[in-house]
């Protein structure tokens, strides 16, 4: 009986053995096809569409294995990757099989994994656990993963209607404003904010720059203006003056106090107006850092930080949307200087008599980055 | 030599043949200029040499998606869509997006069947995902070469998958071309020709036509386009059509026909052009909606010189395209008025007030003319009754995509259901019974 006993241990032990032996030797078979597709470009080799079908072709076991090359992988890559597991996935699930709901969890809670990764493991994970979203998501109202962000922001709203006061309301609405990084889910927060007499300054949370020295309009005499070369873009003098239409133009302050942030330029030029107008903000930086601006308006425009060119975009009257353009920027430690060029056409049109921009800066996942006050 | 290695070298010949037929269909594809799809597959945005047309199937007039009525099947989709579905060895192929920003691209493809889901695809977008909010991510229609599934989004990326799911490749244009991409959206669908898809990507930034190799995604061509925004879709036409094999583009400002190989142009008409209603060509004609449609003769050969036959103003497209079928076209107006008019002369024929706004480009089943206006009010007329209206089929959803047809049946989505229509319920008459 014993004896029997010692034989059940061992062929235990030596199947969990030979299975995790097999995986390891799997997951080490993988690595070549994880990194020949890591090195995809749009133009594929059939060694990337042969190394595609491995992963596709893998163990469920080895889900978090194939998404863990997603980690630092370009954008490209990741759909690669993710596209194998959905492969994996389908195929595990249509055989009847389950999922590694425990590995699944752990690698969603791995922050050091790429955001994209953890927000595909937990959406398996969903599948298989559906009670997962109370589990996980009141952990993950910070994430670096947008998505999981996003759905974490969305419980904590469901929370709010629970909330027996309305002060343990704002403070869960204030608390749901901070985490998002989505615009109409930021702006639905603030309604909400607003029905219980509390104002949300959107403008201050998301980092939208309001202080401004402008000088225009200079008259656009071929084209659109924009690649036109004005003396504010040779050289950058606040003190300076230039001829313009109706006599000497010089350097004003300006507010940027419409909604959310804007500087609208017909509000003293009236509807009409046409021409290019420079507007100069000082950015107070903490530290050196990269960051975003991000911008928006119906103009052509050019933007400089530190007197660099960083955005030039020809574009006019093409639907702008709130963070309509990202520009990857480096912020230097102390003063920065953000100089933007915005070009009005002439129009006839009544929808095209806007003449304005936002512009907001922020980190990579949109949270604002603030202006240090001067000293 | 024992059985199993019998058997073995059995199914090694069986795969040799089998590729060597494959390469051989390819490759006569590839000389020929058109695809392998099957003729009875919709393969593309408008189907088979973008014309709207399945004159040979029998689709049921009316159908009730409420009490299942004439629905053979009915399958969910995630996210939201305005593409159409094509059809396709089989497989019914739908795209959609979802997610708070529509970043989530999603590939799926139903057995036409049972509508069983076959396979689900996912990716994330590379390029711009802003667009007006009648549109979505997944608004350009994805197109086939019958090997091949070619997926495309508003964000400019563009998926290549066999037609078991196995990725083959994926572009990101707006990786190479940064300013690619407007704030309305773009809905350009994809088409196959010359064993490559071929994309036409206009905006107020970058602006291209290109084709990417079907089986690697390399570029074959790429020609600069006007810098405007442009949501018309590209044609592939060959004898088909009644002409030589090209790609039929369009912008703002002209219409041009281009080798399908080499992308070079082979005629080019500067003319006001629609922005959104794709141009047709059948009968060796080209039909080209502006604020009339114009019809240019492209039959024995074309030249710049070539001037219009006949410029109809009744004949104002809206959003969808017109559709020439029986020498007659058909356009919807701005109002929800479908207009009939005689394809040799423009003149119009009737008009038919189907009313709401239309999106989806209505496709011609036999004696009939599908409407389905963005409600999701499908409008069963008969084209050869003045467009009496024979029935109104409510589908109770926002519907923009244009229907596919295939095998005697109707593939329609919203932005959350995909339906086939098709039963014994009740036929309509073959084309061969047309009125005369």
């Known amino acids: 009986m014993e004896k029997c006993h010692w034989n059940a241990g061992l062929t235990i032990a030596m199947l969990i053995g030979v299975a995790l032996s097999a995986q390891s030797v799997d997951a080490a078979d993988l690595s070549p096809a994880i990194s020949e597709v890591r090195s995809v470009t749009g133009q594929v080799v059939p060694a990337a569409q042969s190394a595609w079908k491995t992963l596709a072709t893998a163990n469920v076991d080895q889900l978090t294995a194939i998404l ?61 656990e559906p009670e997962t979203p109370n589990m ?39 608390q749901a ?11 639905g927060i603030s309604e909400q904010l607003k029905k219980l007499n509390r104002q949300a300054d959107l403008t201050h949370e998301f980092g939208c720059v309001t202080e401004w020295n402008t000088v225009g309009p200079f008259p656009i005499a071929d084209g659109n203006g924009v690649s036109t070369l004005y003396p504010p873009e040779q050289s950058l003098d606040l003190a300076a003056t230039y001829p313009g239409k109706d006599g000497e133009m010089a350097w004003k302050e300006a507010q940027a106090d419409g909604e959310l942030g804007q500087l609208d330029f017909c509000k003293t030029l009236g509807k009409d107006a046409t021409g290019v107008m420079y507007a100069v903000a000082k950015f107070n930086a903490a530290k050196p850092q990269s960051a975003q601006i991000r911008y928006e308006t119906n103009n052509g425009t050019k933007l400089w930080l530190n007197g660099k060119l960083v955005a030039e975009n020809e574009v006019f009257h093409a639907g702008g949307d709130w963070d309509q353009y990202v520009v990857p920027i480096q912020l230097i430690d102390g003063e920065n200087t953000i100089k933007i060029k915005v070009c009005q056409t002439k129009r006839t049109e009544d929808w095209a008599m806007v003449w304005h921009f936002r512009l907001r800066v922020c980190d990579e996942l949109g949270g604002a980055i603030h202006s240090e006050p001067n000293n | 030599m024992n059985s199993v290695a019998q058997s073995i070298q059995s199914q090694t010949i069986n795969r040799m043949i089998h590729k060597l037929l494959i390469t051989s269909l390819t490759l006569a594809a590839v000389l020929s200029g058109s695809s392998p799809a099957l003729a009875s597959d919709w393969p593309t945005f408008r189907g088979a040499g973008g014309r709207s047309v399945a004159m040979e199937d029998v689709v049921p007039t009316v159908w009730a998606v409420d009490d299942g009525t004439n629905i053979a099947w009915t399958a969910d989709i995630p996210g939201r869509g305005v593409s159409g579905p094509i059809v396709i060895g089989g497989r019914v192929i739908v795209t959609a997006s979802s997610g708070p920003t529509e970043d989530r691209l999603h590939v799926l493809a139903f057995d036409e069947t049972t509508g069983q889901q076959l396979w689900h695809r996912q990716f994330w977008a590379t390029g711009r995902t802003l667009f007006h909010p009648t549109m979505a991510n997944a608004t350009p229609t994805p197109a086939s070469d019958g090997e091949h599934v070619f997926a495309f989004f508003s964000s400019n990326d563009l998926v290549s998958l066999d037609l078991d799911g196995n990725l083959l490749w994926m572009r990101g244009l707006v990786l190479d071309h940064p300013k690619l991409g407007n704030d309305v959206g773009m809905s350009s669908s994809p088409t196959v020709a010359a064993g490559a898809v071929i994309v036409q990507c206009e905006s107020q930034g970058d602006s291209f036509a290109a084709a990417f190799d079907a089986v690697t995604g390399a570029p074959r061509w790429m020609i600069d386009r006007p810098r405007t925004a442009q949501w018309a879709s590209p044609s592939a036409i060959d004898e088909e059509n009644g002409c030589v094999p090209a790609v039929v583009l369009q912008s703002a400002d002209g219409v041009s026909l281009h080798d399908p190989v080499s992308g070079s142009p082979l005629w080019h008409r500067k003319h006001a052009c629609a922005s959104i209603a794709s141009a047709v060509v059948e009968g060796g004609r080209l039909f080209v909606p502006g604020d009339n449609v114009t019809m240019f003769s492209i039959q024995d050969g074309v030249s710049d010189a070539d001037a219009p036959i006949w410029s109809s103003a009744p004949l104002r497209p809206s959003s969808p395209s017109p559709v020439v079928v029986d020498n007659r076209v058909y356009v919807i107006g701005s109002a929800g008025v479908l207009v009939c008019g005689n394809a040799d002369t423009g003149e119009v024929q009737w008009r038919r007030r189907l009313g709401g706004q239309f999106w989806a480009t209505p496709v011609a089943v036999g004696n009939h003319l599908i409407c389905i206006n963005s409600e999701g009010t499908a409008f069963v007329v008969d084209r050869h009754d003045d467009g009496k209206i024979l029935a109104e089929n409510k589908f109770s959803a926002e519907m923009l995509g244009s229907p596919a047809v295939a095998n005697n049946a109707l593939f329609a989505r919203s932005h959350k259901k995909l339906w086939k229509i098709a039963a014994s319920g009740v036929a309509i008459r073959p084309a061969s019974q047309a009125p005369k």
């Open chain 1, 177 to 187: 404003l901070h985490a998002s990084r989505q615009f109409k889910q930021i702006q």
């Open chain 1, 136 to 174: 996980l998501l009141p952990e993950l109202l910070n994430d670096p993963s947008l998505e999981l962000r996003y759905d974490a922001v969305e419980y904590l709203l469901k929370q709010v209607t629970e909330a027996p006061s309305d002060d343990q309301k704002a403070v869960l609405l204030e």
């Open chain 1, 68 to 128: 863990s090359g997603m980690k630092d992988a370009s954008p490209l890559a990741e759909n690669w990757l993710r596209s194998a597991c959905d492969a994996v996935v389908e195929r595990h699930l249509r055989s009847g099989g389950k999922l590694p709901v425990d590995t699944l969890r752990t690698f969603v809670l791995d922050s050091s994994q790429s955001p994209r990764a953890r927000r595909s493991a937990y959406e398996w994970l969903v599948l298989a």
